[in-house]
């Protein structure tokens, strides 16, 4: 079982950056690919980034490429989400996700989500 927890979210303006957190306890998660994924209002919850459990197999939305960097590091049992360049639209809740099937969008944990707003 693994429990994760999301830190990092908050108000931003056009064209700031923000670094997520999403921080696992429990066993098993430096053998678990990881993913973001975020719901805006109205909308279906998409995959933005995600990686394979050593960190490799990088995949982003295409919304998101260039602009956010997926990383994940074993040791702490953390994977960030650095987003820069934010606009208005990636406002959503953004949720931190492993193991399942990641890539079909049928993770095995989810963690509660975190707010981001971004202002224009």
């Known amino acids: 079982q693994v429990q994760l927890v999301e830190s990092g979210g908050g108000l931003v303006q056009a064209g700031g950056s923000l670094r997520l957190s999403c921080a696992a306890s429990?066993?098993?998660?430096?053998?678990?690919?990881t993913g973001w994924f975020r719901q805006a209002p109205g909308k279906e919850r998409e995959r933005v980034a995600s990686c394979s459990a050593t960190g490799g197999m990088i995949y982003y939305a295409d919304s998101v490429k260039g602009r956010f960097t997926i990383s994940k590091d074993n040791a702490k049992s953390t994977v960030y989400l650095q987003m820069s360049s934010l606009k208005p639209e990636d406002t959503a809740v953004y949720y931190c996700a492993a193991g399942g099937r990641i890539t079909s969008g049928q993770p095995a944990y989810w963690g509660q989500g975190t707010q981001v707003t971004v202002s224009s």
């Open positions: 429990g066993h098993g998660f430096s053998s678990y690919a």
